[in-house]
């Protein structure tokens, strides 16, 4: 049947516009572009200057705007700077963050949600 196949974007690709794609992502490199996948994976070099949505994702490079991740998975070295929504968080110590955290069901109904503003360094 269907196989699970895993794209790579190297620290030496740069990518302006938007990345969609049905199979799982390793970013190394930079995209200036909204990205969308099944699950992410990006290394500490990773720059992302866009939207990320995600069943799952692990963070450990810098990401500049919306996150909408299932299961996030935020890496010591991580540098966030935007909204994050998610299902499942991990956070570890030292990660840098500078947006709102609130809990994905939070975004469809704002009544009784409870939201974290963290600015974290």
Do not use: W
Request: with cysteine; glycine share 12%.
């Amino acid at each position: 049947m269907a196989s699970s196949t895993f794209s790579v974007f190297g620290a030496d690709i740069r990518i302006k516009g938007d990345v969609t794609a049905s199979a799982d992502l390793h970013i190394d490199g930079r995209v200036e572009g909204d990205v969308a996948c099944t699950a992410l994976v990006q290394g500490e070099s990773g720059e992302i200057v866009g939207a990320v949505k995600a069943e799952s994702a692990r963070l450990a490079g810098t990401v500049r705007g919306t996150i909408n991740v299932r299961e996030l998975v935020v890496l010591k070295s991580a540098r966030i700077h935007g909204d994050v929504h998610y299902d499942a968080l991990t956070i570890e110590q030292g990660a840098q963050v500078d947006g709102r955290f609130a809990p994905r069901a939070a975004g469809a109904s704002d009544e009784g949600a409870e939201v974290v503003a963290l600015a974290a360094s």
